[in-house]
T-cell receptor
Framework: DGGITQSPKYLFRKEGQNVTLSCEQN?????MYWYRQDPGQGLRLIYY???????QKGDIAEGYSVSREKKESFPLTVTSAQKNPTAFYLC??????????????FGPGTRLTVT | RKEVEQDPGPFNVPEGATVAFNCTYS??????FFWYRQDCRKEPKLLMS???SGNEDGRFTAQLNRASQYISLLIRDSKLSDSATYLC????????????FGKGTTLSVSS
């Protein structure tokens, strides 16, 4: 059963703590993405990776870090430097990043609450 | 000017109605276009890609006007289950760039 999984669904942390969100896909997609969504806002791109061991900053990368050691996995770390970390985090993947393969498929998301 | 603009709505329509959503984009280099659907507190799901000649999928019809940089989505015979937020999404011609999402238009279909 192919798809994208994210865990956990809900995550609660204290301010000042780093937290890592998991994203795994078994679609054999090369490209993976992380977005955050705030209430009433559109999706904003945090980081994306076109291939293993390579990733690029998106529009709001400050306070976040990623790694892409395996094709299937693209974990996101929310560091204590991120000023407003409470949000809905969505991971997505696509076959590639060219115009012919641009459709992205999303995981179910992780709701992070930092207090 | 925002890259992708949509009327946020909400659009409140009765079952069986026809409703149209519009979207404008600012980057003339945009090459790929999509409509996604997002249910409350869920992830976005691809509804349909939008092709230059326009395309239809059941009750849904998407149109693209490159000259006006305008995309539309028409839903015929609305169902209660169509209630959701519809996201207009574009991608530039440049490889390696990510999708740009509009903030979405909210549709509420009532019986």
């Amino acid at each position: 059963d192919g798809g994208i999984t994210q865990s956990p669904k809900y995550l609660f942390r204290k301010e000042g703590q780093n937290v890592t969100l998991s994203c795994e896909q078994n679609l054999n997609h090369d490209a993976m993405y992380w977005y955050r969504q705030d209430p009433g806002q559109g999706l904003r791109l945090i980081y994306y990776s076109q291939i293993v061991n390579d990733f690029q900053k998106g529009d709001i990368a400050e306070g976040y870090s990623v790694s892409r050691e395996k094709k299937e996995s693209f974990p996101l770390t929310v560091t204590s430097a991120q000023k407003n970390p409470t949000a809905f985090y969505l991971c997505a993947s696509s076959i590639g990043t060219g115009t012919s393969f641009a459709e992205q498929y999303f995981g179910p998301g992780t709701r992070l609450t930092v207090t | 000017r925002k890259e992708v603009e949509q009327d946020p709505g909400p659009f409140n329509v009765p079952e069986g109605a026809t409703v149209a959503f519009n979207c404008t984009y600012s980057n003339s280099a945009s090459q790929s276009f999509f409509w996604y659907r997002q249910d409350c507190r869920k992830e976005p799901k691809l509804l349909m890609s939008v092709y230059s000649s326009g395309n239809e999928d059941g009750r849904f019809t998407a149109q693209l006007n490159r000259a006006s940089q305008y995309i539309s989505l028409l839903i015929r015979d609305s169902k209660l289950s169509d209630s959701a937020t519809y996201l207009c999404v574009v991608k530039s011609r440049q490889a390696g760039t990510a999708l740009i999402f509009g903030k979405g238009t909210t549709l509420s279909v009532s019986s």
